[in-house]
């Protein structure tokens, strides 16, 4: 865990900076406009909360953060990487170290126990087995899951699946986690349990955080930021005060 | 990613789907199976025909004739050499002289001549031929009945097959059932025969040609002279040999053989006698030709080239290996070319179902790439899938190849057996096949990978993971 000083100091450095992100692609004869000229700044450690209807383009800007996709035009720079210019291998390199990713379908390999999923970053960051194994028993030992180690995916209740994909998205202690509606699949009371793990991951361990939802109740209890998108356009953004660690149960309604 | 590491998940994802993957490793095993079947009855083959060239005692040993006789006309050194008319007589102090040459454990004239046998006494004209006792070894008395020349000079004879069965006034009709040795023997072995012949005697009676009456010079040539006598030998029959003189060279080109030594001191008139009346002394014969037995068959081509140096002709059974060597490769290109032709098919059985694994693991290469796989990790798994696909099928085909050649082994030896006729080993599986097979198969597999693993490699993570 990170100390104080250092959390503050990573505050205000710039995590994310688009400027002018364009994605765009064809569909047939028309021309989807995903993310349509969006600029923004995401200081280091921030809880953003990407917000809109389906088809806003909130996850389309999500893969483009993430490396996963590449912009049109504009740029989106990740701790003063300009991931346009990074070549496939870097790009592969950058989410391999940089990112850590969470989604609303888990994506666990479904061939693969909790604790290989969980180390497969590391098999591709080419860790030495041993130090594999210590470090994926940790993360699954942080989300609570070390009890379910040898377990197959599909043994595995919702709550758990997600637990398991966020202790895969920390293995390689990345600066930045992106959640693409963590909690769209699950119950209230297990999709509590996750967004305080993401709290909690963002408070203590100093991460920047980006969460993809269409709750906006969600949004408002954990996020410091609500961004709003429409249409590939940003329409606002807006400061919010989250609410006090999640001792209450009031929103989060799947 | 490391190499285990991939292996490891390579092997696990075939694991996933065990049905599908069996059946293409499967797939490639046939094929590894075929090639390995038809490689290795190429490779028994060969071994077959070397180890018959080996046994029969010809593999190490040199024909010499001179250069007057006219066999092997037309060959390059025949047309480019010395006058064989000025060549040296093969004779004697000749047979001495390679004697000692270096690796040359014997030399013995080959002693060929066609003579009256008289058998129960009906005359039969045929072709006899001296053996020496190491001829014993030769394979081509593994089918004999009877027993060998008890020694050197025994009167004993080995009579052909055919040979008896003319003797016995046997001779089957074209198609029937051919008699057993076996039968042949029961009558013959013990008897007696009657050779008549023709003995080159001393040269007591003089020259009754009135050479000098013509005014040439009395030379040397003139002590060449000889005397022929009509003699008649005893000869007891000891073996018949069950082989086809026809497919035979050199001195088992005949129907009756007599003991070397024996048939040297019977001083039977030889051609060549006549031929050389001119320049050989009356007192030593020409050889129309000798054998040279090599040490090692390693050998033989430097005694070769000292013979020849001699100012003799030559010819062994490398010069026609060579050939038979040839034709072997020819053989191997074919059985090679349709073996692979089952490993082609199954190759692209390898590029089928690495196709079907990225669309139904489409999800899962998103997944990797998403959580920081690269392009060449995703690729470099599905080349270890496709090779380990290669090495297993490879492994089981060698197998599979092996237990096929050794079922139809045996049932051709099964049915050799029915005919009577000695069981071969015609197939083998070499160590270098076995090597080369899964290689081979991880080749191939490699190579039907790269469709996939570069379509798996450029998957976009987004695409991928945009649906369920």
């Known amino acids: 865990m990170t100390s104080a000083p250092v959390i503050a100091a990573e505050r205000f450095t710039t995590a994310i900076r688009s400027e002018n992100l364009c994605r765009h692609y064809r569909m047939g004869e028309t021309l989807i406009r995903a993310v349509d000229g969006v600029s923004l700044d995401v200081p280091s450690g921030e809880f953003v909360a990407l917000l809109g209807s389906s088809g806003s383009g909130k996850s389309s800007i999500l893969n483009l953060i993430a490396g996963l996709d590449r912009p049109t035009s504009g740029s989106v720079i990740v701790q003063d990487r300009d991931l346009a210019k990074l070549s496939r291998e870097e790009l592969a390199k950058y989410r391999l170290h940089v990112v850590g990713m969470v989604f609303q379908s888990f994506n666990l390999i479904p061939s693969m126990t909790l604790a290989e999923n969980v180390e497969l970053p590391l098999r591709f960051a080419e860790v030495e087995r041993g130090r594999r194994e210590s470090l994926a028993r940790e993360a699954l030992e942080r989300v609570g899951l070390k009890a379910r180690m040898s377990h197959r995916p599909s043994e595995l209740s919702g709550g758990e699946q997600q637990r398991a994909a966020l202790a895969r998205a920390l293995i390689n202690r990345p600066k930045l986690l992106l959640a693409d509606e963590p909690t769209g699949n699950l119950d209230s009371h297990t999709g509590t349990e996750i967004m305080e793990m993401l709290r909690a991951f963002n408070q203590e361990l100093g991460m920047t955080v980006v969460m993809v939802t269409h709750e906006r109740v969600l949004a408002e209890r954990y996020a410091q930021r609500m961004i709003f998108l429409a249409d590939g356009k940003l329409i606002d953004d807006r400061p919010n005060s989250p609410s006090a660690f999640g001792s209450s149960r009031l929103g989060g309604q799947s | ?468």
Do not use: C
């Open chain 2, 1 to 468: 990613m490391k190499f285990p590491d991939l292996t490891e998940l390579a092997l696990r994802n075939l694991r996933e789907s065990m049905l599908r993957n069996s059946l293409t490793t499967m797939g490639i095993s046939v094929g590894v199976a075929s090639l390995v079947a038809m490689l290795s009855l190429g490779t028994g083959l060969q071994q077959l025909f070397s180890r018959r060239l080996e046994k029969s005692g010809l593999f190490d040993t040199i024909f010499v004739t001179s250069r007057r006789e006219m066999r092997g006309m037309g060959r390059a050194e025949e047309r480019n050499g010395p006058n064989p008319g000025e060549s040296r007589l093969l004779d004697e102090p000749a047979r001495l002289e390679m004697q000692s040459l270096a690796n040359v454990s014997e030399v013995y004239p080959d002693i060929r001549f066609s003579t009256e046998l008289r058998f129960e006494d009906k005359p039969h004209l045929t072709m006899l031929s001296a053996m020496p006792s190491s001829a014993r070894s030769n394979d081509a008395f593994d089918g004999m009945q009877g027993r060998f020349f008890s020694s050197d000079d025994a009167a004993e004879v080995i009579l052909q097959k055919a040979f008896a069965e003319e003797l016995l006034g046997k001779t089957p009709p074209l198609g029937a059932p051919e008699p057993s040795v076996a039968d042949l023997a029961k009558p013959l072995l013990g008897k007696e025969l009657i050779m008549h012949y023709a003995q080159r005697g001393a040269a007591t009676p003089p020259p009754t040609l009135g050479i000098d009456a013509a005014g040439n010079k009395d030379t040397d040539v003139a002590g060449a002279s000889y005397s022929v006598i009509s003699r008649e030998q005893r000869l007891t029959i000891v073996g018949i040999s069950d082989l086809d003189p026809e497919s035979m060279r050199g001195p088992l080109r005949a129907r009756v053989f007599l003991p070397l030594k024996f048939a040297e001191n019977l001083h039977v008139v030889q051609l060549t006698d006549l031929r050389e009346i001119t320049r050989a002394p009356n007192s030593q014969p020409a050889y129309s030709s000798v054998s040279v037995r090599v040490k090692d068959p390693s050998k033989i081509q430097g005694v070769e080239d000292a013979i020849k140096q001699m100012g003799f002709h030559t010819f062994s059974i490398l010069d026609a290996s060579h050939s038979l060597q040839q034709v072997f490769r020819v053989l191997y290109a074919f059985l090679g070319i349709f073996g692979s032709l089952a490993l082609a098919v199954a190759s692209i059985g390898i590029v089928n179902t690495l196709v079907m694994a990225i669309l139904e693991r489409r999800r899962e290469i998103g997944i990797m790439k998403a959580i920081g796989a690269s392009d060449s990790d995703v690729r470099k798994l599905f080349f270890a899938e496709a090779g380990a696909m290669g090495i297993l099928g490879g492994i089981v085909g060698v197998l599979l190849g092996w237990a096929i050649g050794q079922i139809i082994n045996f049932g051709t030896n099964v049915w050799l057996k029915s005919q009577s006729i000695p069981p071969e080993h015609f197939w083998a599986v070499p160590l270098w096949l076995v090597v080369f097979a899964i290689g081979f198969a991880f080749l191939v597999s490699l190579f039907s990978g790269l469709y996939p693993a570069g379509r798996a490699a450029r998957l976009d993570p987004v695409q991928a993971l945009r649906y369920e």
